[in-house]
């Protein structure tokens, strides 16, 4: 092939990834805590319930140390109004602030949000492998 060669492992980076090409961890148990006051006149019921909802998702933790809560409100309001008056303007502008929230899988992994269980987690359904491997001995 023409061209300069492959160069080694240790010198191939990756020039897509952001500055630091870090991701910021975020608790899957969520937000903590009461919602910041609502920031625009006027709430309606169904804005008050949405606001309080996404202040309990786990990107709520990115969202607080930055203060802008103003675009937030105006995601909330645009999507109640889709979500009474669907046209596709409002659906579509209501997905793309979603978007740039990270409110979907895909834009939280643009934004480098990484959604993990800080806790460790007991279950019922998981079966001790040891466990398993006694009963597979007595059996043999």
Sequence with gaps: MPGPPQKPDSQRRRRNLPLGGSFT??????????????????????????????????????????GYFGGLARYVRLSVLAETKPTGVLLSEARQEADRWGLSPLSAQRLRWQIVALEPQESSDVVDIRHRLRAREKES
């Design 25 to 66: 961890y975020l608790p899957a148990s969520g937000r903590k805590g009461k919602p910041p006051p609502w920031p625009l006149p006027t709430p309606t019921a169904r804005e008050l319930d949405v606001w309080r909802r996404l202040w309990r998702l786990p990107q709520a933790v990115a969202w607080e140390p930055m």
